[in-house]
């Protein structure tokens, strides 16, 4: 039998009353800034005589304020601090993802996301982008995811301070003004060195499992264009610039044309080759990033990461990494 988490309670004193509810938590809970409140509450970890209630809640003498003492747990009693469950089970991963920061100002924020870690949570993700960021913002505004890369690509990240700006950005994604560059080890060679793959692409499930696949009967077309870089060997570099943003558009795009992706798990698994399959990570990096945002031009580049460094040096592709 599951055991159940102990919740842990206060009452409101009759000087609060008529108080909200976060600048209550605020005050007793005073290593916790206004947006982690703010979304533990949102999300339940708060509750007011047993049910969940807005931020903004006023609260009354009669009330009674239950938490799970699993979320919110006293770090140190000599200094009386407070801190959140998840924030005490990733300090590590959060810590790794704020070196990963290329970029702060009013308006955004620019992580470099490491291969392996999801941008959202789901039924089986432990440790997130999404999770990690309340704790990220050294100015409390409320990061807003406005665009996803998958798991296993690492690179460019935009995260948005408010809502006003989250809706300027995802429109320009919905309207392709912002223009995006891949980089990619691929397996195999082409004839050619630089087109353009348009494909329908749809949601499928094979075998139970569900992949993305080429379906031309589906009417959503997807574009991608692609440039060789260098060729070495039983490997191509690849630059690539998918000028729509379907779910594993550039994978799949390139696994049609017989050019998988070197470390693709999903869509590649089988090879002769034993150097190919001990190279577990995917070899596909959000490299940069341009457009225009409140008439100001940003530009943004992402450094690749080691094991996408070790393959073209050893590969000895011709390719400036560090820059």
């Not at 747990?73 to 990963?100: C, F, P, R």
């Not at 990033?289 to 690749?304: D, G, R, S, V």
């Amino acid at each position: 039998m599951k055991k159940k988490n102990s919740l842990a309670a206060f009452n409101i004193n009759i000087k609060d009353n008529g108080v909200r509810l976060d600048k209550i938590l605020l005050k007793k809970f005073n290593n916790l800034n206004f947006i982690k409140i703010q979304k533990l509450i949102r999300v339940g970890f708060f509750k007011v005589n047993q049910k969940r209630v807005k931020s903004n809640y006023k609260v009354k003498s009669s009330d009674l304020i239950q938490y799970n003492d699993k979320i919110i747990i006293q770090k140190t009693v000599e200094t009386n601090k407070y801190i959140s469950e998840i924030e005490l089970k990733y300090e590590k991963k959060i810590a790794e993802i704020k070196k990963k920061i290329i970029y702060e100002d009013k308006f955004l924020l620019v992580l470099n996301k490491p291969f392996g870690i999801p941008v959202q949570g789901g039924s089986k993700v432990g440790f997130n982008i999404d999770l990690a960021l309340p704790f990220l913002n050294k100015d409390n505004n409320c990061l807003k995811l406005v665009h996803r890369i998958d798991k296993d690509t690492s690179g460019i990240l935009l995260l948005a301070k408010s809502k006003d700006i989250a809706r300027k950005v995802t429109k320009l994604f919905r309207e392709n003004q912002i223009k995006k560059k891949y980089l990619a080890i691929v397996i195999g060679k082409l004839n050619k060195n630089k087109g353009e793959i348009i494909l329908p692409i749809k949601k499928k499930k094979i075998e139970g499992k569900e992949i993305m696949d080429i379906d031309d009967r589906s009417n959503v077309m997807a574009e991608t264009f692609y440039k060789v870089i260098d060729h070495k060997k039983e490997l191509s570099l690849l630059e690539v610039f998918p000028k729509t943003g379907r779910k594993h558009q550039i994978r799949v795009h390139l696994q049609s044309i017989s050019l998988p992706i070197l470390g693709d798990n999903k869509y590649f698994l089988i090879s002769n080759n034993k150097k190919i399959l001990e190279r577990k990570k995917m070899h596909l990096h959000a490299r940069e990033i341009k457009f225009q945002l409140n008439n100001k031009k940003y530009k943004f580049k992402a450094t690749l990461p080691n094991y996408f460094k070790n393959t073209i040096q050893e590969y000895k592709m011709n390719y400036k990494c560090d820059e």
